[in-house]
């Protein structure tokens, strides 16, 4: 009862000022009147109609300053009224700020008969390169902004083609508007009412999210204190590497000087450059004595293993397994897709993985060739989102690899699927799936036509039209299998027709900060500006200018491609034909290697209940086989074309290729 009476008063004044708020006036007379009765004093709070009116006097100042230009009214007023933690905090703030420096940096070019006063209007840019040095700096990662940290030294922005927008009638008057929507807001969640605020942060929702961020912060300690074990294991082979590098450094100054090095020496430092498995059975195997034998070792002991070292797996019975996947139950079709991907997935590269995906490939197991209505494929359609995922997951793992995506192209059922999954499905894994299984499949010719004739570039550049909120493997996917597309003459006449659209798409990509995607999208301008339509239309929108201030911000290799493309931009040549040829259908630009991404099997949706089987072990105990695991000479893709190291891309790759380095 005491803390009741301490606190009484404060809370009596929490209840006036609600219903203040609420306009109970009768309920509010009533309440005054009975706490006076009592003697319980009622502390003293601004009425609603007062607070109002400051609050229409504060905005009304603001609006006028922004109407009449001025600058420093206008600023004083901002940082003294809207609350820092709004200011800095909230990004809708931050970017409305940064227009209103651009609204007042151009006033009097828009507002001044004849020529504007040079001294103010000197004292204006030179306020907003100061905002852009400081406050202003935190958003030069944006796309959106970008173009405009260029504006104080473009010396008459009127006829820039790169600040058109800002100059056009409808500019100002929609950014006035979108500031009175800001301030209204502002004042409003200024005056609501501390009972309103108590309520609202001890509510279920709240209790929610602080158990969603316990969960995430235990999933994040997980994270962290695995990434700490692998940093420590790379700091201590990168101390190691460099020890032994420094004897080596050592051993050769001595040859020079005529000291010979003993075989005991180079043994010993040839073994500390492995783990300690192999240390052992190095030391008794190298013979230093004899010449090359040491480099063949060396050589010997990092290439892959032998298929005498890793066995193969077991056979399955597929009939069994395709008749579960299309009459079981939606959990245990998730749980085979998932055993099925697994098993692809975590085989070693080499022999053991060929041989599984060739039992996949010689047993139809997505009935590709199948004309029934009753198919695994049909997974693809299915009811459940787990099972739609799980499938998309599957063919994305399939697709990873040269000889499934040959299987995979025998049907055109499937790319016609993908596509529809793709335009169709919600869920972000399966679209991610989707997009990965085919931006694989635009290695190959055939599919790269049927997916250019479907309208796919036009999907593309619709989605990409607002980078910011895609996943980096959508993003990432989306712009490498653009660019493969548009390395096709087909592609590049498609392009022509929105070439407005394609390179406006393209230059804000240049400065998007996923720095994964900058080859791709310099490979889809250079083939573009092939193009003699496309090049004027680029020339018209001060393309040229864009791209050199990318060059400053970007690393020597984005600068030489960069300066590829802008001699692209510049020439007067026709579309030649030689690497961007596509006269033959039947060639393909598949790459030697294949790449299996880790992303196929992130953010697992199933886990296992207790006694329910799951991967290998439900594989091999309800659907083992009989042996017919056949080694297969695997096809060779042709040879890359190589490109100069600084060159944009000029032939189809996928992402996982490109960061293992491998030729294309």
Request: net charge negative.
């Amino acid at each position: 009862m005491g803390d009741i009476l301490a606190h009484e008063s404060e809370l009596l004044g929490l209840v006036k000022e609600y219903l203040d708020f609420a306009e109970f006036e009768d309920t509010l007379k009533t309440f005054s009147k009975e706490c006076k009765m009592k003697g319980k004093p009622l502390p003293k709070t601004a009425s609603g109609s007062l607070r109002d009116s400051k609050s229409s006097i504060i905005q009304k100042d603001l609006l006028t300053a922004f109407d009449n230009g001025a600058q420093k009214v206008f600023f004083g007023l901002w940082e003294e009224h809207v609350p820092s933690s709004i200011r800095d905090g909230d990004s809708l703030a931050q970017k409305l700020e940064f227009y209103l420096h651009i609204h007042f940096a151009i006033y009097l070019l828009k507002h001044s008969v004849g020529r504007p006063d040079k001294e103010d209007l000197d004292e204006r840019i030179s306020y907003f390169k100061t905002y852009l040095e400081s406050k202003g700096a935190a958003l030069s990662q944006t796309t959106e902004f970008l173009p405009f940290y260029a504006l104080p030294f473009v010396p008459n922005p009127m006829v820039h083609p790169s600040f058109k927008e800002l100059f056009q009638d409808s500019w100002t008057p929609e950014l006035k508007l979108k500031l009175e929507k800001f301030l209204a807001l502002i004042f409003k969640a200024s005056n609501t009412p501390k009972l309103f605020t108590l309520y609202k942060e001890s509510g279920p929702s709240h209790k929610e999210m602080l158990q969603q961020l316990h969960q995430q912060l235990v999933e994040a300690e997980r994270r962290s204190m695995t990434y700490l074990k692998r940093y420590n294991k790379i700091q201590a082979d990168y101390h190691n590497l460099i020890g032994v590098t420094a004897e080596l450094v050592d051993s050769l100054e001595a040859t020079v000087s005529g000291k010979m090095i003993t075989p005991e020496y180079l043994q010993s430092v040839c073994v500390r450059l492995f783990s300690n498995q192999m240390r052992q059975s190095l030391a008794h195997s190298m013979d230093f004595t004899r010449p090359g034998t040491a480099s063949t070792m060396l050589r010997a002991s990092l290439a892959p293993m032998k298929l005498k070292d890793v066995p193969l797996l077991p056979s399955l019975d597929y009939e069994k397994l395709k008749k579960d996947l299309i009459l079981g139950s939606d959990r245990l079709k998730a749980f085979l897709l998932q055993a099925l991907r697994w098993r692809l997935t975590t085989s070693h590269p080499g022999e053991q993985r060929e041989t599984v995906l060739q039992a996949y490939v010689s047993n139809d197991l997505l009935d590709c060739h199948g004309h029934g209505q009753r198919s695994v494929l049909q997974l693809l359609r299915g009811r459940s989102d787990v099972v739609r995922q799980y499938m998309a997951r599957l063919v994305n793992a399939i697709a990873s690899l040269a000889e499934g995506r040959l299987y995979l192209a025998q049907s055109t059922k499937v790319l016609q699927m993908l596509e529809e999954r793709l335009r169709e499905d919600k869920d972000i894994i399966t679209r991610e799936n989707v997009l990965g299984a085919l931006q694989k499949f635009s290695l190959r010719r055939p599919l790269q036509t049927a997916m250019i004739q479907d309208g796919l570039i036009f999907w593309l550049i619709d989605l990409l039209k607002e980078p910011d909120c895609l996943s980096d493997y959508t993003l990432e996917y989306s712009v490498a299998l653009l660019m493969n597309l548009c390395l096709r003459s087909a592609g590049k006449n498609m392009c022509a027709s929105v070439a407005g659209l394609v390179l406006k798409v393209l230059s804000d990509l240049l400065g998007h900060e996923n720095h994964e995607i900058q080859p791709y999208v310099n490979g889809a301008l250079y083939s573009i500006l092939s193009v003699p339509s496309i090049r004027e239309e680029a020339r018209a929108m001060g393309m040229e200018d864009i791209l050199r201030c990318f060059m400053k911000e970007g690393n020597a290799e984005m600068t030489r491609q960069i300066e590829f493309i802008i001699k692209q931009l510049n020439s007067e040549e026709p579309p030649a034909a030689g690497l961007e040829s596509d006269d033959d259908e039947d060639e393909d630009d598949e790459e030697d290697h294949d790449t299996m991404e880790a992303d196929l099997d992130k953010d697992e949706l199933i886990q296992p209940q207790l006694g329910e089987l799951s991967g290998e072990k439900l594989l091999t105990t309800e659907y083992l086989g009989i042996m017919t695991n056949t080694g297969k000479t695997r096809r060779k893709g042709p040879a890359g074309v190589e490109r100069g190291g600084h060159e944009p891309l000029r032939r189809p790759v996928t992402p996982g290729g490109h960061r293992n380095g491998y030729p294309v």
